[in-house]
């Protein structure tokens, strides 16, 4: 008997003629949401397909929504002009939901990634049931869902951005929130459904919120090639995702990322999570308005008065925020040596605060990072960009499902 014998590979059905459509659906789709706007002539050039084929293509985008035709475009070579061809501004669209400590954010976005709608409300969630701060989303999401309709945008699915470990539509673990294995799709597809009787099931996913921040900065922010940078996002937590050349480093279980509950002091203040002395504990939104002398449940208008009295030299309110730039850089400087990224970026109320923050972490990065590659100015510590926040980039991520495979949700838009 042959011991040695490797049993044969299983490579799957031949890919018929349908699925080769349904690629070659997405493929054109996608290249005119790259370039912005293109001809079927030049489609035909970059993906590779006949123009015949590339033209009954088209046409089928056009009559399920998906694109849409504006004016002529001259090449100045013989030949009729091309039709230019456009992502649709309406039909098919994402709708983003980000679920935070403090604030619900809501934005719909449309094919080419534009975000068309968004309402935000902050609330203090902190306290309340589970289900209760879902459905309060999922009310901000139906008056969105409004005004989407109004410019006769039709949404597809909903992504939640949830703070805490996420899986499987469950947050496992939000300390800020005090959310234990919380169903949280179920809980917000429900409250949705009771409010829009007669609509019809809206998809509903969920992610990290840091994840999707940070995917949103990959996709709008322009960081550009090669697109490997590690993100922060400081809130009453401090949230974190590595993306590695273009991809979102998820973790063996998905919960990757959770930069904010690193210690920096075992004997620090107690955390939460139930640890003393995690970075969140120094950089978070709450410990840096404690340190200045301020409320630290003030949320948002207690971040702009301290960016304002930083503004003015206040000299508590400089070094609490020099205090936490030290120990966001120590923990950086950290991840920078283990994973290499070309970038970190900080967002959330870091971006406000980046003026003032930036020279302690940068500090902190020259003298910690062994490469030699974090030198003070060398702008690899950066801010966020304006255009990427965690509600955008759920919607962001249904829509690059549609862009996936546009022939499966033709029903649903």
């Given at each position: 008997?042959?011991?040695?014998?490797?049993?044969?590979?299983?490579?799957?059905?031949?890919?018929?003629?349908?699925?080769?459509?349904?690629?070659?659906?997405?493929?054109?789709?996608?290249?005119?949401?790259?370039?912005?706007?293109?001809?079927?002539?030049?489609?035909?050039?970059?993906?590779?397909?006949?123009?015949?084929?590339?033209?009954?293509?088209?046409?089928?985008?056009?009559?399920?929504?998906?694109?849409?035709?504006?004016?002529?475009?001259?090449?100045?070579?013989?030949?009729?002009?091309?039709?230019?061809?456009?992502?649709?501004?309406?039909?098919?669209?994402?709708?983003?939901?980000?679920?935070?400590i403090d604030y619900v954010s809501?934005?719909?976005?449309?094919?080419?990634?534009?975000?068309?709608?968004?309402?935000?409300?902050?609330?203090?969630?902190?306290?309340?049931?589970?289900?209760?701060?879902?459905?309060?989303?999922?009310?901000?999401?139906?008056?969105?869902?409004?005004?989407?309709?109004?410019?006769?945008?039709a949404p597809v699915g909903a992504?939640?951005?949830?703070?805490?470990?996420?899986?499987?539509?469950?947050?496992?673990?939000?300390?800020?929130?005090?959310?234990?294995?919380?169903?949280?799709?179920?809980?917000?597809?429900?409250?949705?459904?009771?409010?829009?009787?007669?609509?019809?099931?809206?998809?509903?996913?969920?992610?990290?919120?840091?994840?999707?921040?940070?995917?949103?900065?990959?996709?709008?922010?322009?960081?550009?090639?090669?697109?490997?940078?590690?993100?922060?996002?400081?809130?009453?937590?401090?949230?974190?995702?590595?993306?590695?050349?273009?991809?979102?480093?998820?973790?063996?279980?998905?919960?990757?990322?959770?930069?904010?509950?690193?210690?920096?002091?075992?004997?620090?203040?107690l955390c939460r999570c139930g640890?003393?002395?995690?970075?969140?504990?120094?950089?978070?939104?709450?410990?840096?308005?404690?340190?200045?002398?301020?409320?630290?449940?003030?949320?948002?208008?207690?971040?702009?008065?301290?960016?304002?009295?930083?503004?003015?030299?206040?000299?508590?309110?400089?070094?609490?925020?020099?205090?936490?730039?030290?120990?966001?850089?120590?923990?950086?400087?950290?991840?920078?040596?283990?994973?290499?990224?070309?970038?970190?970026?900080?967002?959330?109320?870091?971006?406000?605060?980046?003026?003032?923050?930036?020279?302690?972490?940068?500090?902190?990065?020259?003298?910690?990072?062994?490469?030699?590659?974090?030198?003070?100015?060398?702008?690899?510590?950066?801010?966020?960009?304006?255009?990427?926040?965690?509600?955008?980039?759920?919607?962001?991520?249904?829509?690059?499902?549609?862009?996936?495979?546009?022939?499966?949700?033709?029903?649903?838009?």
């Open positions: 008997m042959d011991t040695n014998h490797t049993p044969p590979v299983s490579l799957g059905a031949k890919a018929g003629k349908e699925t080769v459509r349904r690629h070659n659906l997405s493929l054109v789709l996608r290249a005119v949401r790259d370039e912005g706007e293109a001809t079927r002539a030049g489609i035909a050039s970059r993906v590779g397909l006949t123009r015949a084929a590339v033209s009954s293509l088209v046409e089928q985008l056009i009559g399920s929504g998906f694109l849409s035709e504006s004016g002529k475009t001259f090449s100045g070579q013989a030949g009729r002009p091309g039709t230019v061809l456009k992502m649709a501004r309406t039909g098919p669209a994402g709708i983003g939901v980000e679920i935070n809501v934005c719909v976005v449309d094919l080419s990634g534009t975000d068309r709608v968004r309402l935000t409300e902050h609330i203090d969630n902190r306290g309340a049931p589970p289900a209760e701060v879902l459905a309060r989303g999922a009310r901000i999401a139906a008056r969105t869902l409004e005004s989407a309709a109004e410019q006769d945008l992504e939640l951005a949830l703070p805490g470990l996420v899986s499987a539509g469950t947050v496992r673990q939000a300390p800020n929130l005090g959310w234990n294995r919380v169903p949280a799709e179920e809980h917000f597809a429900r409250a949705l459904a009771r409010l829009r009787p007669g609509a019809g099931p809206l998809p509903v996913s969920s992610e990290n919120e840091a994840n999707l921040a940070a995917l949103a900065e990959l996709w709008f922010g322009g960081l550009g090639s090669p697109r490997t940078f590690l993100y922060l996002t400081g809130e009453i937590g401090v949230g974190g995702a590595l993306v590695i050349d273009g991809e979102l480093l998820r973790g063996a279980h998905g919960f990757a990322g959770e930069i904010g509950h690193v210690v920096v002091d075992p004997d620090g203040p640890a003393r002395g995690c970075l969140e504990q120094y950089a978070g939104q709450s410990a840096l308005l404690r340190a200045a002398g301020m409320d630290p449940d003030a949320g948002v208008p207690g971040v702009t008065e301290l960016a304002r009295r930083a503004r003015g030299g206040d000299a508590t309110a400089l070094e609490a925020v020099g205090r936490a730039g030290r120990m966001l850089g120590r923990v950086v400087s950290g991840a920078v040596n283990l994973f290499d990224p070309d970038a970190v970026v900080l967002g959330g109320i870091y971006r406000t605060l980046m003026p003032w923050l930036s020279p302690s972490v940068d500090r902190e990065l020259t003298a910690r990072v062994v490469s030699g590659l974090w030198p003070a100015g060398s702008g690899r510590l950066r801010a966020s960009s304006s255009a990427g926040d965690a509600a955008r980039g759920a919607a962001a991520l249904v829509v690059r499902a549609v862009l996936a495979d546009p022939s499966a949700y033709v029903s649903r838009a």
